[in-house]
C-alpha cells in the first residue's frame, strides 16, 4: 500500500495516510506514458498555421518577358517559387493535429505517473487547501513547509474550484493548480511535487479508479 506525507492546513505534520492502491499504486507502463504526454501536446495546437502557393500569391498573371531572345532564363510567372516574393513550396497548411486515445490507456498512464511519483515520495497530502481569502504570502509559506516551494516544480491538486485557492497560487513560480477530475498525465509528468487535498484524493479515487 502506497503512503504519503500528510499535513495540516497551516503546514504541521498530521502523520501519514494511505493512498487509493488502484491509482498510486500500479503497474508503471512508460511507454503508455510517453503515448499520452504526446498526444496532450499534440493535442494543444491549433494548426491555424498557412502558407501561399504559387496559386495563392496575387498577381503573376502576365509572363515577365517574351520566351525566346532576351539572354536570360525563361520565367512564366513573377510569383514562381524561385522569385522573391513567390508563393511556398510545400508550406504548411492548417490541418487537424488531433491524437486520440482510448479511455482505458488514458487512466493507465495517468495511474502509471501517479504511481511513479507516489514511489519517488513526491505525493503530499494536505488535510484542507479551502482558504477563506486569497493569500499568496500564506500558500507559498505551506509549499514551503510541504517541501515543495521554492525549489521543485508543484501541482496543486484541489477537488473544485476554490476561488481564493486558486488566486493565491497563481501568483507563485513553477506552481500550477488543476481539479481532480481532470488531472491529466502531462500535469504529473510535469510536476516533481504533488500536493493534493484530502477531498480531492476521494474525488480522484471517485473519478479514475471506479
Not at 493535442?43 to 500569391?57: A, H, I, P, W
Request: charged share 30%; proline share 4%; with cysteine.
Amino acid at each position: 500500500m502506497a503512503t504519503a506525507n500528510c499535513f495540516e492546513k497551516d503546514g504541521k505534520s498530521a502523520g501519514t495516510v494511505d493512498l487509493p492502491k488502484a491509482l498510486f499504486d500500479a503497474e508503471v507502463n512508460e511507454f503508455v506514458v510517453h503515448e499520452a504526454v504526446v498526444a496532450y501536446l499534440a493535442n494543444q495546437r491549433q494548426g491555424t498555421v498557412n502558407t501561399k502557393e504559387r496559386s495563392d500569391v496575387r498577381g503573376g498573371g502576365r509572363k515577365p518577358w517574351r520566351q525566346k531572345g532576351t539572354g536570360r532564363a525563361r520565367a512564366g510567372t513573377i510569383r514562381s517559387p524561385l522569385w522573391r516574393g513567390g508563393g511556398t513550396v510545400f508550406g504548411p497548411h492548417p490541418r487537424d493535429h488531433r491524437v486520440k486515445m482510448n479511455k482505458k490507456v488514458k487512466r493507465i498512464a495517468l495511474c502509471s505517473s501517479l504511481t511513479s511519483r507516489a514511489r519517488d515520495g513526491n505525493v503530499v497530502v494536505v488535510k484542507s487547501l479551502d482558504f477563506d481569502v486569497p493569500r499568496t504570502k500564506d500558500f507559498a509559506g505551506l509549499l514551503k513547509s510541504v517541501g515543495a516551494y521554492p525549489d521543485k516544480k508543484t501541482l496543486v491538486v484541489l477537488d473544485k474550484a476554490h476561488p481564493a485557492t486558486i488566486k493565491s497560487v497563481r501568483n507563485i513560480d513553477h506552481v500550477r493548480v488543476t481539479l481532480a477530475d481532470s488531472v491529466s498525465t502531462y500535469d504529473v509528468v510535469w510536476a516533481e511535487k504533488l500536493v493534493v487535498s484530502s477531498a480531492a484524493l476521494s474525488r480522484m479515487e471517485e473519478v479514475f479508479a471506479s
